[in-house]
Nanobody
């Protein structure tokens, strides 16, 4: 199992920006497809962005052009730069390995006010 610790969330006005970070334990981080997920109240968790071990990225349509995912394998860290935030981006954000049954961290709360 790889453990993730997310940080960087907070309260921001619509149109603002936040940068999320997650630090992973273990030596296999660099090998994995890493994703940022989010879960809003009453909704299922969804994948919003993912980055391959080589840096290839994919985004959900709802965040494309506004969010940027990146990773630093030397630091076992993944990032999510979120710009032009909207109230509908309000959720708890998590990072995790994509396509693998790995434990979830505590996440970091992002709240966007209108």
């Amino acid at each position: 199992q790889v453990q993730f610790v997310e940080s960087g969330g907070g309260l921001v006005q619509a149109g603002g920006s936040l940068r999320l970070s997650c630090v992973a334990s273990g030596s296999t981080f660099r090998l994995n497809l890493i994703g940022w997920f989010r879960q809003a109240p009453g909704k299922e968790r969804e994948l919003v962005a993912r980055v391959s071990s080589g840096g290839r990225t994919n985004y959900a349509e709802s965040v494309k052009g506004r969010f940027t995912i990146s990773r630093d394998n030397a630091k076992n860290t993944a990032y999510l730069q979120m710009n032009s935030l909207k109230p509908e981006d309000t959720a708890v954000y998590y990072c995790n390995i994509v396509g693998f049954d790995n434990a979830w961290g505590q996440g970091t709360q992002v709240t966007v006010s209108s």
